[in-house]
T-cell receptor
Framework: DTGVSQDPRHKITKRGQNVTFRCDPI?????LYWYRQTLGQGPEFLTY????????KSRLLSDRFSAERPKGSFSTLEIQRTEQGDSAMYLC??????????????FGQGTRLTVV | AQSVTQLGSHVSVSEGALVLLRCNYS??????LFWYVQYPNQGLQLLLK??????LVKGINGFEAEFKKSETSFHLTKPSAHMSDAAEYFC???????????FGTGTRLQVFP
């Protein structure tokens, strides 16, 4: 088990371009989360999947953002028409829910997006 | 709604000194509480968590935290700081059976020789 993997680690894009990030969770984990972290702040929840179902989306996730987890394994986060305010670290986490509710989220190393 | 407040965005200690990072939470339901550590350009690593049971929780790298319901606090401590402890520390809260985390704004710990 290699942990949660995110690709790319760094992305520089011009304003107005579309970008897509990928997250590969720990293989047996059924839950997958996306967070955004801006400089000097804690991570902020964006969206959450259980298997392939997207169960919750934050109000932070504007119409330009879309996330998928088509087969309940890896996930992609796409940002359309990027803006400078989208510059941030995008973190993915995965976990395996059990009946006791005792779970732990494992985080990837993140994708740092810079919009110029 | 749940929230977390971390008092002190920067804490500096000498190597070997006590580390105390403060966290207060707000939750309308029994919370699950977490401390994560983040090194530069890295993801987050779980230090420790409180779910139920014993209120004093021991974690990795010699850290521990005590859940105090009456004070709505979950402060992180370590008896003796090491240079390798220099990092950003985040307190987080979640509800039972969901691990959507609400994070504080973080505390940057500096350790001086």
């Amino acid at each position: 088990d290699t942990g949660v993997s995110q690709d790319p680690r760094h992305k520089i894009t011009k304003r107005g371009q579309n970008v897509t990030f990928r997250c590969d969770p720990i293989s047996e984990h059924n839950r997958l989360y996306w967070y955004r972290q801006t400089l000097g702040q804690g991570p902020e929840f964006l969206t959450y999947f259980q298997n392939e179902a997207q169960l919750e989306k934050s109000r932070l996730l504007s119409d330009r953002f879309s996330a998928e987890r088509p087969k309940g394994s890896f996930s992609t986060l796409e940002i359309q028409r990027t803006e400078q305010g989208d510059s941030a670290m995008y973190l993915c986490a995965s976990s395996s829910a059990d009946t006791t509710g005792d779970t732990e989220a494992f985080f990837g190393q993140g994708t740092r997006l810079t919009v110029v | 709604a749940q929230s977390v407040t971390q008092l002190g965005s920067h804490v500096s200690v000498s190597e070997g000194a006590l580390v105390l990072l403060r966290c207060n939470y707000s939750s309308s339901v029994p919370p699950y509480l977490f401390w994560y550590v983040q090194y530069p350009n890295q993801g987050l690593q779980l230090l420790l968590k409180y779910t139920t049971g014993a209120t004093l929780v021991k974690g990795i790298n010699g850290f521990e935290a005590e859940f105090k319901k009456s004070e709505t606090s979950f402060h992180l401590t370590k008896p003796s700081a090491h240079m390798s402890d220099a990092a950003e520390y985040f307190c987080a809260v979640s509800q039972y059976n969901t691990d959507k985390l609400i994070f504080g704004t973080g505390t940057r710990l500096q350790v001086f020789p």
